[in-house]
């Protein structure tokens, strides 16, 4: 398990289900990862793949708990990306988690474990063009935009690469 000064990363699991149907609930945390889409069926089959991602890669989705309350805050981490051979960094949270410096603080906890421990050459965050926040992030964590491409369930997007070997 990942931390940070203010965050706990544990592995996310099937057990998270619930605070990740509560979490894509709210439009304006969903609007740019599939919005209406992520239905509670959807969500109980996406919480499964990234918790088998954990047994067969080794890495994976944390979630983001906040270390002094112990509230769910969102998900951050690593997600193999079969049809484009990358691992991405990914992170979703709350509303009421955004604009605190979290999903920096969890991303950074990501790329130095990656750095370390996982051999892995580089890491693409895949980001809706629109989301203006996360490109902001991604850029002042060091990533470079890489292409606009789209994904394969067809939505546009645009992936940014951080080399790090």
């Given at each position: 398990?990942?931390?940070?000064?203010?965050l706990l990363?544990?592995?996310?699991?099937?057990?998270?289900?619930p605070?990740?149907?509560?979490?894509?609930?709210?439009?304006?945390?969903?609007?740019?990862?599939?919005?209406?889409?992520?239905?509670?069926?959807?969500?109980a089959?996406?919480a499964?793949?990234?918790?088998?991602e954990?047994?067969?890669r080794?890495?994976?989705?944390s979630?983001?708990?906040?270390?002094?309350?112990?509230?769910?805050?969102?998900?951050?981490?690593?997600?193999?990306?079969?049809d484009w051979?990358?691992?991405?960094?990914?992170?979703?949270?709350a509303?009421?988690?955004?604009?605190?410096?979290?999903?920096?603080?969890?991303?950074?906890?990501?790329?130095?474990?990656?750095?370390a421990?996982?051999?892995?050459?580089?890491?693409?965050p895949?980001?809706d063009?629109?989301n203006?926040?996360?490109?902001?992030?991604?850029?002042?964590?060091?990533?470079?935009l890489?292409?606009s491409?789209?994904?394969?369930?067809?939505?546009?997007?645009?992936?940014?690469?951080?080399?790090?070997?």
């Amino acid at each position: 398990m990942l931390d940070t000064e203010r965050l706990l990363l544990p592995p996310l699991t099937r057990a998270h289900t619930p605070e990740l149907v509560d979490l894509y609930s709210d439009p304006d945390v969903a609007r740019y990862i599939g919005g209406a889409a992520r239905t509670a069926e959807f969500t109980a089959a996406q919480a499964g793949r990234l918790a088998d991602e954990w047994r067969d890669r080794g890495y994976g989705q944390s979630a983001v708990i906040d270390r002094a309350t112990g509230a769910f805050l969102g998900r951050a981490g690593l997600h193999y990306w079969p049809d484009w051979d990358e691992v991405e960094l990914g992170y979703v949270l709350a509303a009421r988690a955004q604009g605190r410096g979290l999903a920096a603080e969890a991303s950074r906890a990501w790329i130095e474990w990656a750095r370390a421990e996982a051999g892995i050459d580089s890491i693409t965050p895949v980001i809706d063009p629109r989301n203006t926040p996360s490109i902001g992030l991604a850029l002042r964590l060091g990533f470079a935009l890489d292409r606009s491409d789209v994904t394969p369930t067809g939505v546009a997007v645009r992936v940014y690469r951080l080399q790090l070997v």
